[in-house]
């Protein structure tokens, strides 16, 4: 089967560094999702990683290891905009169909 | 920019009453999904059609039936209405590629008293 593990929740301070990580199990792989979502509102896309490495778009930087089954979303010098739950979304190949995880609801404090 | 719109942002029904949440996107997207997201149980596909007049069950369709008459229009229904319903309703659109990008609409914050 398919699923996809990260933490529930993470505080991190204001122009810090944050690491949130990913971890999935599948057979099949297309490629690793992460979204934003602030409270009350819709998912935004962020990133999409096909191959191993690091991706960095900005402020944020999306790495992936296929062969873990792991990937992290880096963020950095934190803003409180933020705050905010980050999705990671699997595309295994099943038919168009993505497989997400919880989110992890992340804190930004001053 | 993709833009997907829901036809309300919030909704007040009674129990049994038929309920229906409209979504419409207008890219051009071949494949439309309906979510319904809760506390704890994150987002849960409850139909998607990958072409007009095609649907396929999601992982809670129950309760649940959809209507995609026209390309840029996905509806979701609700036959009769019950307080487990009560839940953010989200609906995604994508374009069949490489990647399956999905883009969602505002969301349907649905209350079923």
């Known amino acids: 089967g398919q699923n996809i593990d990260q933490p529930t929740e993470m505080t991190a301070t204001e122009g810090a560094i944050v690491q949130i990580n990913c971890t999935y199990q599948?057979?099949?792989?297309?490629?690793l999702f992460w979204y934003q979502q602030h409270a009350g509102e819709a998912p935004t896309f962020l990133s999409y990683n096909v191959l191993d490495g690091l991706e960095e778009k900005g402020r944020f930087s999306s790495f992936l290891s296929r062969s873990k089954g792991y990937s992290y979303l880096l963020l950095k010098e934190l803003q409180m905009k933020d705050s905010a739950s980050y999705l990671c979304?699997?595309?295994?190949?099943?038919?168009?169909?993505?497989?997400w995880g919880l989110g992890t609801s992340l804190a930004v404090n001053p | 920019d993709v833009k997907v719109t829901q036809s309300s942002r919030y909704l007040v029904k009674r129990t049994g009453e038929k309920v229906f949440l409209e979504c419409v996107q207008d890219?051009?997207?071949?494949?439309m999904f309906w979510y319904r997201q809760d506390p704890g149980l994150g987002l849960r596909l409850i139909y998607f059609s990958y072409d007009v007049k095609m649907k396929e069950k999601g992982d809670i369709p129950e309760g649940y039936s959809v209507s995609r008459e026209k390309k840029e229009r996905f509806s979701l229904i609700l036959e009769s209405a019950s307080t487990n319903q009560t839940s953010m309703y989200l609906c995604a659109s994508s374009w069949t590629g490489r990647t399956d990008t999905q883009y969602f609409g505002p969301g349907t914050r649905l209350t079923v008293l």
């Open positions: 599948t057979s099949g792989f297309n490629g």
């Open positions: 979304a699997l595309n295994a190949g099943n038919n168009r169909k993505l497989i």
């Open positions: 890219m051009d997207h071949e494949n």
